[in-house]
Each structure stands twice: as structure tokens, then as C-alpha cells.
T-cell receptor, first 112, second 111 residues
Framework: DAGVIQSPRHEVTEMGQEVTLRCKPISGHNSLFWYRQTMMRGLELLIYFNNNVPIDDSGMPEDRFSAKMPNASFSTLKIQPSEPRDSAVYFCASSFGGGELFFGEGSRLTVL | DAKTTQPPSMDCAEGRAANLPCNHSTISGNEYVYWYRQIHSQGPQYIIH???NNETNEMASLIITEDRKSSTLILPHATLRDTAVYYC????????????FGGGTRVLVKP
């Protein structure tokens, strides 16, 4: 298996633009997680899905952030409009539902 | 609501065993101890987990005290590639199936 695949790996955009991050989980996994990592705040869980259903989005910072999982093999994290403080590395991870998560290589977002 | 406490950093000599401590004094009976590591610029990587018995795999050993209030991750023969941030996490499916990462221990393996 190719592992969790994230795209884009790097994104540079200007404040106010819409950003869409994509994730393809490992086939057969039924849980998907979006994390954000910054120097100041470390690794933060934004939202997670079980069987394509959002279970806990309490980590989503504000209404500018939204996440969807239309099917078992694809998820998106959207930021609209983006702000400089959204600059971070965004990780997607998937699992069979236990504590062993498989992480992607991350999407590094820079908002100017 | 950090449930674990780890030293912020530690050094280790290449080829020697690295012993990484973690305190989790409020752990509940159904909560597991999980360890992950994050090598610079990569996503976190699962290492090992346990409930109350000691565990060993090809990467590391996990020693959990009898009262389960603390644990130690042991890297038996540290290499330069083991330089990373190591996270100790308390996890329970019943509590929501999510992993909450703390600050971790930044381990530097020196030649």
C-alpha cells in the first residue's frame, strides 16, 4: 500500500484566497484524522471521521475551516478565506479505529 | 488537559540504549499508553503501545510500572536516525478514538 497520500505537499498563497488540502487514506481504514502542526502550538487535532462521518470537530479553529469526507477514499480540508496565522503543516492520518495511526507526509501551507 | 508528562529534551550516545520516561499518573484502567516519534519534517510514526504488560517489537521496548502511573520507552541501540521528537500518549477508544499529542521529548542521538 502507498500509505496515506496528501496533496499538495507545499502551498503558498495570499491572504484571502481559498485553500484546499486533499487526503487519500489507506485502503480499508475506517477512521481519518486532520492535524495541524505549528511551532507555537505543536500537533493539534482538528477533526476526525469514522466511516466517513465527522465525529469530533471541536479542534477546528473557526468557521473559515471546513472538512469533508465524501467517500472512504478521499477527504478535503478547506480554508476560506485563508489568513497568515493559518500557516502550518497539515497532516492527515488514517487508522482501523484503534490508536495506531498512519500519517501522511503533510501539506506545508504558507499564507502571505 | 495534558495526561502525560515528559522531559522536554534528552541526549543519547550512538549505540547506547535510550530510556525515555513518561508520567501518566491519572491513567484509567481502560487507557493504553502509546508511543510515537516524529523525525524532522515527517509525519508522526507509531512505535509501540501497551496496557499493563511490558511490550517489545522490532523498534523498541515499553516498560509500564505495576501501578501504571509511568512508563519507559527503550531504544536498545540508538542510531543517529533515531534523532526525533518522541511522544507518549494515553489513549482510550471509549474516550473518543482520538490521539492527543503533547510536547514530547526531543531526543538527540550523538556520535
Amino acid at each position: 500500500d502507498a500509505g496515506v497520500i496528501q496533496s499538495p505537499r507545499h502551498e503558498v498563497t495570499e491572504m484571502g484566497q481559498e485553500v484546499t488540502l486533499r487526503c487519500k487514506p489507506i485502503s480499508g481504514h475506517n477512521s481519518l484524522f486532520w492535524y495541524r502542526q505549528t511551532m507555537m502550538r505543536g500537533l493539534e487535532l482538528l477533526i476526525y471521521f469514522n466511516n466517513n462521518v465527522p465525529i469530533d470537530d471541536s479542534g477546528m479553529p473557526e468557521d473559515r475551516f471546513s472538512a469533508k469526507m465524501p467517500n472512504a477514499s478521499f477527504s478535503t480540508l478547506k480554508i476560506q478565506p485563508s489568513e497568515p496565522r493559518d500557516s502550518a503543516v497539515y497532516f492527515c492520518a488514517s487508522s482501523f479505529g484503534g490508536g495506531e495511526l498512519f500519517f501522511g507526509e503533510g501539506s506545508r501551507l504558507t499564507v502571505l | 488537559d495534558a495526561k502525560t508528562t515528559q522531559p522536554p529534551s534528552m541526549d543519547c550516545a550512538e549505540g547506547r540504549a535510550a530510556n525515555l520516561p513518561c508520567n501518566h499518573s491519572t491513567i484509567s484502567g481502560n487507557e493504553y499508553v502509546y508511543w510515537y516519534r516524529q523525525i524532522h519534517s515527517q509525519g508522526p510514526q507509531y512505535i509501540i503501545h501497551g496496557l499493563k504488560n511490558n511490550e517489545t517489537n522490532e523498534m523498541a521496548s515499553l516498560i509500564i510500572t505495576e501501578d501504571r502511573k509511568s512508563s519507559t520507552l527503550i531504544l536498545p541501540h540508538a542510531t543517529l536516525r533515531d534523532t526525533a521528537v518522541y511522544y507518549c500518549i494515553v489513549f482510550s477508544k471509549a474516550a473518543g478514538n482520538k490521539l492527543t499529542f503533547g510536547g514530547g521529548t526531543r531526543v538527540l542521538v550523538k556520535p
